[in-house]
């Protein structure tokens, strides 16, 4: 039968209000709204009509229901700058995110969850510590965030909104945690945006996460202490900092310039107020604020890497996969979008991430 949440779904997936969908698809907006609340199942040739406004498949209005996202578990970064027309966007990806997670996960053997729960946890720091001591990866660089993730049982996913106002969410569901970073953004913002969510599923993951700035706070001060740990930072940072020491060595823990000058001022290595402002001065003057003209190169998904390529090996497209989840082709891109590089060796359909 036709399932109106899926009709919500793909609306807000377009950010269309009721009213732009009816005149769209040549419907009243009474017509509309007493479908989208099931009040009045359409006839076939409304659902024609919505299924061509939404470009969406018609099959993608019958059956189960889409995946249920508890709102209030949702951690969205920038969530004040975020209208609700934004947020039901990216919710919505949530909810074919997991779709088309939980279509890997029967065919492929992705890794289990294995994260800790520091829950009990009120400091940033000690946490990032002890998540570091949990998985006994020291205090060495991570190499690439997407990919140890991955290793960890985290379902990573694009989040091809455009604007800059939602820039990364995650949330738990069916004990599963799921990251979706904005990859549009410069590559080292990714990277904090994918620690700053692991603080949220580590830190967070038994409250109301609905915009509350402390916890966000908490998330920042969790990714830049786990990104860039405090005795390796102090190890290779020489003194007095300048910018050229910045963005010289920002690269060891690919982040972004700001992000590290942020820590040193939060570890006291820059230590007064005047140098940590002239240092935001100067790298504001080298065009660090607004981008890094000296970055790292971007981050790829172990797992979809994998997912695609051993799909291709057997001759099965992006598209073949697009129609048998009943999705539109440019939404599963831009689940996926930038995440996945062409080439490699032929993989096995056993994922083993590393």
Not at 130 to 147: D, H, L, T
Not at 203 to 208: E, N, P, S
Not at 312 to 330: F, G, H, Q, R, S
Request: aromatic letters at 8%; proline letters at 5%; one cysteine or more.
């Amino acid at each position: 039968m036709f399932n109106p949440k899926k009709l919500a779904l793909a609306r807000m997936r377009r950010r269309m209000t009721g009213k732009a969908l009816a005149e769209e698809a040549g419907i009243t907006a009474d017509t509309l709204s007493r479908v989208e609340k099931g009040h009045r199942p359409p006839d076939d040739s409304t659902v024609v009509r919505l299924a061509g406004a939404l470009r969406y498949p018609i099959e993608f209005f019958f059956g189960d229901d889409p995946a249920d996202i508890d709102a209030d578990g949702v951690s969205f970064r920038s969530f004040s700058k975020m209208s609700a027309q934004e947020k039901y966007a990216a919710t919505s990806a949530g909810q074919l995110g997991v779709q088309l997670a939980t279509w890997a996960e029967h065919r492929f053997n992705l890794p289990d969850p294995d994260l800790p729960d520091l829950s009990y946890q009120n400091d940033p720091e000690r946490a990032a510590l002890e998540a570091r001591q949990y998985w006994g990866i020291g205090e060495r660089p991570i190499g690439n965030m997407i990919g140890f993730l991955e290793s960890k049982g985290v379902r990573v996913l694009s989040l091809s909104e455009d604007t800059a106002n939602v820039n990364a969410f995650s949330f738990w569901r069916d004990g599963k945690p799921y990251i979706f970073l904005n990859n549009f953004k410069t590559a080292e913002s990714s990277i904090f945006d994918s620690a700053h969510e692991l603080g949220h599923l580590l830190l967070h993951c038994k409250g109301d996460l609905r915009g509350d700035r402390l916890l966000e706070r908490e998330a920042d001060g969790f990714a830049g202490a786990f990104l860039m740990p405090a005795n390796d930072v102090r190890a290779r940072v020489d003194r007095p900092v300048t910018s050229d020491i910045i963005i010289t060595v920002k690269k060891k823990w690919r982040v972004s310039a700001f992000a590290l000058l942020h820590r040193l001022w939060r570890m006291k290595i820059v230590s007064t107020e005047h140098h940590y402002r002239s240092l935001c001065i100067d790298l504001s003057r080298r065009g660090y604020r607004s981008g890094e003209p000296v970055g790292v190169d971007r981050e790829i998904s172990t797992v979809w890497k994998q997912v695609f390529s051993s799909l291709w090996n057997e001759k099965i497209t992006k598209d073949d996969v697009a129609k048998e989840l009943n999705i539109p082709i440019d939404e599963l891109e831009g689940l996926v979008a930038n995440m996945t590089a062409s080439g490699g060796r032929p993989l096995t359909r056993t994922l083993s991430v590393v």
